[in-house]
């Protein structure tokens, strides 16, 4: 009988597409992928990733910041490296013992700073299913305490070589139904 109701529901469900916003900016033109229902599209879901041109650490001090690391909490090259200076916490964030497809998390004065697990190792690549995977673990920290803005890099996009339209598809399916917006930096 449930397997007869799955069909249904899956056969009555409205189909999920992929839309392109584009946003101008002073500097440039951005594409952001949103997936959303079909029949159930609005302005908010438009909005609620975005990109800008511009450093990561102005964003406004109430946002949290998000970017990705191994397992190792290595941070020796790229964002990760300011992220490491800044921030610091480097035995706090091993004491957390999280895997692949976690979140490490630290508070620092008014706002948490999210380390995405995408990789075992430093010198490993993510797969899209791991990013996935550390973005939900993120989605849930976020909605347990109250988090509505995060800022982020091109998550993944750097020296671990994954592609933006992907990524970005998959931020948009993990923080749909969400009232969290997220702001994409770009140098």
Not at 65 to 93: N, T
Not at 97 to 113: F, M, N, P, S, W
Request: hydrophobic share 40%; net charge positive.
């Amino acid at each position: 009988m449930w397997a007869a109701l799955g069909r249904v529901f899956v056969a009555q469900a409205p189909a999920r597409r992929i839309v392109l916003h584009t946003v101008s900016a002073a500097a440039g033109v951005f594409t952001i992928a949103h997936v959303t229902m079909a029949t159930h599209f609005s302005r908010d879901q438009e909005e609620r990733i975005k990109c800008v041109k511009g450093d990561l650490f102005s964003c406004p001090q109430t946002d949290s910041l998000a970017h990705c690391i191994s397992e190792d909490c290595r941070m020796g090259a790229g964002i990760a490296v300011l992220f490491k200076k800044k921030f610091g916490g480097v035995q706090e964030l091993l004491d957390q013992q999280k895997k692949t497809g976690e979140v490490a998390v630290l508070q620092r004065e008014d706002r948490y700073i999210y380390y995405l697990i995408t990789k075992k190792k430093v010198s490993h690549k993510p797969t899209y299913e791991n990013m996935r995977k550390s973005l939900e673990a993120m989605k849930a920290h976020c909605l347990n305490n109250g988090v509505t803005d995060i800022s982020m890099p091109r998550i993944g996009c750097g020296l671990d070589r994954l592609e933006w339209n992907k990524v970005s598809a998959i931020l948009g399916e993990v923080f749909e139904d969400t009232d969290i917006k997220i702001t994409v930096y770009t140098l």
